[in-house]
């Protein structure tokens, strides 16, 4: 009795300790022109509270964050809270006409959600249009207060938001793209924390600086937060551990070189532990396509200073990988490994009840207005997504509300094919991909495993796929098509990674898996800005479960309306 007792003790202490280290964290954003000065010109952008990146939210898993958006911008306007789970808080995850109409000029709307289950750096951006050029923060979720790291404690924190500048209107540069069936313009320049470096005109002063001790050690928390390109980084002279990717803890990693693809987080520990002085930080794009495609081939850097360094000093700069550096980046992405039996762990699924084989990639659409008569496309398993106008998808869901979308997306693509072969270009059936609001619909707590494989319509390319509203994990990657009676034999089960974003090698595949155990409606589309507006996307509609509190709650009030 004594000893049923104590137990019971300990379990109210504990549920008490972790209900009093809950808080309620409150922000308001205010989306309004700002006018910013790069590259020599001025220019005119959408930017929340006066500052290009955004605010950084700083919360601790278990809080929960409300987020008061008030619209002053000309456009319309979401944000989505990028890697969060949002469980049973669909309502608050961002993506237009997805989960939410978008907030109008004038309007307003509060994302409330709680962060469970996760911490490490995630972030939030505008999800729509191309106004997560410039409308994008990072927001970082520490553990619970007593619970500590799982590496070291760092002498510091900093973020690195690694973004795309462009000298013009982004919403009239994707708008022009539209009218013309081609890709929007590429970028002019590369920023880390909203900054380009001296490597570009009229931006000597505009540098990112980071000042640090000798024998001090720095936590580093790096977004991808760039439209278009997945991106090299590196520190001259320094190697960096990384500890976490997409705010999952991982086993450490030593590397000189960090490569990230948009909407990817990389958390690495950063030692002081070379010579004092200066020492340039640089990123700059891995562009895999094939043929090659134009790409911004600029370089971005700051500069890393160490206290006491003379002012006179030249900073050394890191050889950079050549832009096409595959092998460097697959090593990268392929090297690290997930810290099995860490904070929020969660094991591999063994029991699969939904086997799918989804092909990526572009192709063309049909278009009458267009010069030539058709205009790039992009599609999954051919069927290329457009959102609905009306009403959106998770209100159609929760409402019952039948022609907002249609339950029929295919398990596998229409037709077997060499899916790496360039000649089937020719096949204009498959080159050609129909639009459709097309979903797959799953089951509450159904396993889903998922090869995604890359097409050749129109050349390869290295494609970062983005999972809203859960986590996967990523079992195997490769080159060429997948075998699946070889290549199953090299899953990893025991400790992979898990991320809410995966680059599908160039010309290749991989293989992930996931539990849908949060119902509502969960966008699945490529985090390359271009690729997204030309229909490279589906969703999964998640059934509601059993009981309460698997089942998803009405929307708010102030939930904006079509």
Request: glycine share 6%; proline share 8%.
């Amino acid at each position: 009795m004594l000893r049923l007792l104590f137990l019971l003790t300990c379990a109210l202490a504990l549920l008490a300790s972790s209900v009093a280290s809950a808080a309620i964290v409150e922000h308001s954003f205010y989306v309004k022109n700002l006018t910013v000065r790069r590259l020599c010109s001025e220019q005119v952008v959408t930017a929340v509270n006066g500052s290009l990146p955004g605010p950084t939210l700083r919360v601790r898993e278990g809080d929960t964050l409300i987020v008061h958006v008030f619209n002053k911008s000309p456009y319309n306007l979401t944000i989505h809270w990028h890697g969060v789970f949002q469980l049973l808080s669909a309502w608050a995850d961002g993506p237009s006409m997805v989960t939410q109409c978008p907030i109008t000029p004038g309007g307003k709307y509060t994302y409330k959600f709680k962060l469970l289950q996760q911490e490490g750096t995630l972030w939030w951006h505008a999800h729509f249009s191309l106004l997560r050029a410039t409308v994008y923060g990072a927001l970082i979720i520490r553990p619970r207060s007593g619970h500590p790291y799982p590496f070291p404690k760092p002498n510091k924190e900093v973020p690195i938001l690694l973004g795309e500048w462009w000298n013009g209107d982004v919403v009239g540069i994707e708008r022009k793209a539209a009218a013309t069936g081609a890709s929007p313009k590429i970028s002019d320049a590369y920023t880390i924390n909203g900054l380009p470096g001296d490597l570009y005109n009229c931006s000597q002063d505009r540098m990112y600086k980071l000042k640090v001790q000798k024998g001090k050690t720095y936590l580093l928390r790096i977004i991808n937060a760039a439209l278009d390109n997945q991106l090299f980084f590196m520190i001259a002279n320094h190697n960096m551990t990384v500890v976490a990717v997409d705010a999952g803890y991982t086993v450490p990693y030593v590397t000189d070189v960090v490569v990230t693809g948009p909407g990817q987080t990389v958390d690495v520990l950063l030692a002081a532990d070379q010579e004092v002085g200066s020492y340039f930080m640089a990123a700059n794009s891995y562009a895999s396509a094939r043929p090659a495609a134009p790409f911004d081939n600029t370089t971005t850097r700051g500069i890393v200073v160490y206290e006491g360094a003379p002012t006179s000093a030249t900073p050394i700069m890191p050889r950079m990988p050549a832009f096409n550096d595959t092998p460097t980046a697959h090593k990268f992405f392929t090297s690290i490994t997930g810290l099995a039996g860490g904070p929020h762990w969660v094991p591999v699924p063994r029991q699969i009840d939904e086997h799918m084989f989804v092909t990526v990639g572009l192709g063309l659409s049909i278009c009458p207005t267009c010069s030539n008569g058709t205009r790039l496309s992009a599609s999954m398993n051919n069927f290329s997504f457009a959102r609905p106008s009306s009403l959106s998808m998770l209100q159609a869901f929760f409402f019952n509300v039948s022609g907002i979308y249609t339950p029929d997306f295919p398990d596998t693509p229409p037709i077997k094919f060499d899916y790496t072969n360039a000649i089937n270009a020719q096949n204009l059936s498959l080159l050609f991909t129909p639009k459709s609001t097309s979903v797959k619909v799953l089951k509450y707590n159904a396993t889903v495993e998922m090869v995604l494989q890359n097409t050749a319509f129109l050349g390869v390319e290295n494609h970062p796929i983005h999972l809203h509203g859960f986590t996967f994990h990523v079992l195997a990657q490769g080159f060429g098509n997948y075998d699946p009676v070889n290549d199953h034999k090299n899953f990893n089960l025991i400790n992979p990674l898990s991320r809410n974003t995966i680059n599908v090698p160039v010309g290749g595949w991989a293989v992930i898996r996931f539990t849908a155990n949060n119902p509502g409606v969960w966008f699945f589309h490529c985090h390359l800005e271009a690729h997204l507006s030309m229909g490279l996307a589906t969703a999964f509609v998640v059934e509601n479960g059993p009981t309460p509190e698997s089942t998803l709650p009405p929307p708010p009030v102030d939930l904006p309306q079509c």
